[in-house]
């Protein structure tokens, strides 16, 4: 049975969860919840080497790093090889 809870969405994430909620199961609904898992993860930590003494991750989404510069590029390529809605 499926864990409930209660959480303040913003628009564009209620669209993402009922998106994949109206996804048929099957091997391919399977496949994108792990490629959503791993693609949050990567992009709130994407593991940037401008870590600050405390050993927390630069906070700045639009740093210069090579890491950030390299997920937002493999981000802007995977969008651009989506087909047109």
């Known amino acids: 049975m ?3 809870t209660s959480t303040m969405l ?3 994430e209620a669209r993402i969860l009922t998106a994949l909620r109206e ?3 099957g091997p391919l609904k399977t496949r994108l919840e792990q490629f959503l ?3 949050t993860h ?3 930590e994407p ?3 401008e870590i600050q003494a405390d050993g927390i991750p630069c906070g700045a989404a639009s740093a210069d790093c090579t890491e950030c510069l390299a997920l937002d590029k493999m ?3 995977l969008r651009n090889t ?3 809605r």
Do not use: H
Request: charged residues 10%.
């Open 37 to 39: 898992v791993e693609l």
């Open 42 to 44: 990567m992009v709130s």
């Open 23 to 25: 996804t048929p199961d």
């Open 82 to 84: 989506l087909p047109q």
């Open 2 to 4: 499926a864990q409930v």
């Open 75 to 77: 981000l802007a390529t």
């Open 10 to 12: 913003s628009a564009t």
């Open 47 to 49: 593991g940037c080497s």
